[in-house]
């Protein structure tokens, strides 16, 4: 078993009765992994949130 399983959206599109899963630009979020058809913010019709500037550069990564 050395294949990689990739992740796949795992919306439920009610009508076809069947999950989404697409490969493609699948992201992480609280309600499971999904597209970018089926985030939260494109099922309520909304633009996605543009990816803020990150971690800032002068502070140090968090000790363990």
């Known amino acids: 078993m050395s294949e990689q399983l990739r992740p796949e959206c795992t919306h439920w599109v009610g009508s076809e009765r069947r999950h989404c899963r697409k490969t493609d630009g699948v992201r ?37």
Not at 51 to 58: E, K, L, Q, V, Y
Request: glycine share 10%.
């Open 28 to 64: 992480r979020y609280i309600t499971g992994l999904r597209c970018s058809e089926h985030t939260p913010s494109a099922l309520k019709g909304l633009p996605e949130i543009p990816p803020g500037p990150g971690w800032p550069a002068h502070r140090k990564e968090a000790m363990s």
